[in-house]
């Protein structure tokens, strides 16, 4: 109760400062180091004024298993596949994901950054976030390891990068995938971004579906016996 409290005053507050702007801020951080964060972010229109199916519970298995199923695909006719998520990021991000949807509200969406270090002048930063809406879980990529001077995000006059993990540094050609992509949504209704901000890369997923049948007993096929 008072945490939502909190929320809704901190609601005003951002629209008071930020006049017509859509306030996006975060509310709790789930995990909080120099290199990696991950928190909850305020959504005022969240999914179209519909609200998120957050609180959300799964087990960080199941996360796991679904962080590996996501990909990037860039190029001609996405002829270059990537993984979205390294083995690494994978157990790193997965339970602090499952901790973070389990604590969402309604109005909030789980946010994460990550900065690897590249070379003394240079950072590969990767940022972005997830929520289930619609019966879907969507996740979203802001960033993917998008090349920076290490200083960058050291502004003197906005908010550390860390604290933006929805915005775009800079804008790539690509999108994102899930397999197996019987599970993917083609024409998701709850992306977010926008014309002017820019819209980062969107994957939805029958999340339910999916783990049902990665879960399900696999029955062994009858040997057919020779003639």
Not at 152 to 173: F, G, I, K, S, V
């Amino acid at each position: 109760m008072k945490r939502s409290a909190r929320m809704m005053g901190l609601i005003l507050l951002a629209m008071f400062l930020g006049g017509c702007e859509t306030p996006q801020f975060q509310t709790l951080k789930i995990l909080d180091q120099p290199n990696q964060v991950v928190a909850l972010q305020v959504m005022p229109d969240a999914y179209g004024g519909k609200n998120y199916d957050h609180p959300v519970t799964m087990t960080t298995e199941e996360m796991m298993d679904i962080l590996k199923g996501v990909k990037v695909t860039r190029g001609l006719l996405g002829s270059s596949t990537h993984l979205a998520f390294s083995d690494t990021e994978v157990k790193l991000f997965a339970p602090h994901f499952v901790k973070g949807l389990q604590q969402a509200t309604p109005e909030e969406m789980v946010t994460f950054f990550e900065t690897a270090h590249l070379d003394s002048e240079h950072d590969l930063t990767t940022s972005g976030g997830l929520f289930v809406a619609g019966g879907n879980l969507y996740v979203v990529l802001s960033n993917f390891s998008v090349k920076t001077r290490a200083w960058q995000d050291n502004e003197r006059y906005e908010a550390p990068y860390r604290n933006r993990p929805l915005e775009q540094m800079d804008p790539q050609p690509g999108r994102l995938i899930f397999e197996p992509k019987e599970f993917l949504v083609e024409s998701p209704d709850g992306e977010i971004g926008s014309r002017l901000k820019g819209t980062p890369w969107q994957v939805a997923i029958r999340y339910r579906e999916f783990l049902g049948h990665s879960t399900s007993p696999k029955i062994p096929m009858n040997k057919r016996e020779p003639d």
